[in-house]
């Protein structure tokens, strides 16, 4: 039913407008190539595990089962585009974006997929409640945990009952109004929104209901926060992460590089769950000033932000501070965990003005 893409991951990948972190199976947005609020389909960040698998979509099925519902239902593709379908714009980080900043911070290097800053995006996510998918069902009194798994292999990691039964949580069949394409999770993947990307499991062929709390790697060895500070919790080597906290992102490549004079510089803050509150900016060691933020200001979904800044010739360091309506802040610095997860501190980004003409 699924065979494994050649080249690993499928759609084109043009240098002009994705990074390659060196995987193989990764690849990143430029932070410098976001036109609209939504990331087009050809720059979307692609997180795999093992390569894309090419699924024949007439004998794919999702299985719904477990000990936490009453009975197992299976759905064909077209069940699916008949049920009532849904769309939200949310935006899906990777858990380990920005990790290469986090080690030349930390002076360590972390294992895992050397990502910059683009390991992150929105799109408007069109499918079913994954609640609608689940309860035909009946899903049970003592039900705890819904586990999506993607049928790459490695793909799958549970989420609390009323995680799965949030109203932007879905069961996604279209991105940016186009059927998923195969590197995305054709022909259904999971939108947890404001947690890790790596809830939002791609491939999905069944999807687990228990009574108890499950343990699998991708929340017990993976995607977990361990280290001094952080201590194993249950069967997990430490704790593991779901919600991302509050960042920001230049829109500007490492390092930049602009001409002299009046500059709109722009960028883009997210905060997991919550809302952007605010952003501020400062330029070498000037005042902190107020970044103009863009409507839509919407929670778990990425916020523009632009503020002028009158560029004069010589090295500089933009620093970008975003805050949350819950009272998350970017912090100046942030301590290391073992495999570089959530390092979202104020970053100081480089900048050489060139004289003037
Ligand atoms: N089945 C499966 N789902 C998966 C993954 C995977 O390797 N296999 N990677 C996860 C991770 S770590 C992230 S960050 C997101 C990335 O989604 P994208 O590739 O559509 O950007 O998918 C998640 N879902
Ligand atoms: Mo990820």
Redesign the pocket.
Known sequence: MATPAERGVVKPILSDLMDDPGSGLDYETRPDRLPGLLTPLDR???????PTPMIDVLSWRLRIDGDGVRAPVTYTYRDLWDLPLTSVVRT?????NRRSLFGRASGRTFEGTQWGRG?I?TAEWTGVRLRDVLSPAGIGPNARQVMP????G???RPMPLAKALADDTLLVLAMNGEVLLP???YPA?VLVSGW?????????GRIQVSDKDLSVPWNTDD?VLIGPGYPPTGESAGVPINEIPVASLVELPWPARLRPGRQVIRGRAYAGEARIHQVTCRVDDGPWQHAVLLPPVEQATWVRWQFGWNAVPGEHELRVRATDDRGGTQPDAVPWNDLGYLYNAVLAHPIHVDDPA
Do not use: M, Q, T
């Not at 979307?44 to 093992?50: D, E, G, K, S």
């Not at 899906?92 to 380990?96: D, N, Q, S």
């Not at 890790?196 to 999905?204: C, I």
């Open positions: 979307f960040f692609i997180r795999n595990h093992a899906i980080e990777c858990a380990g390991a995006g798994e993607g049928l790459d490695p793909g799958r590197d995305h999770g993947r890790l990307g790596a809830a939002s499991v791609k491939w999905v995607y």
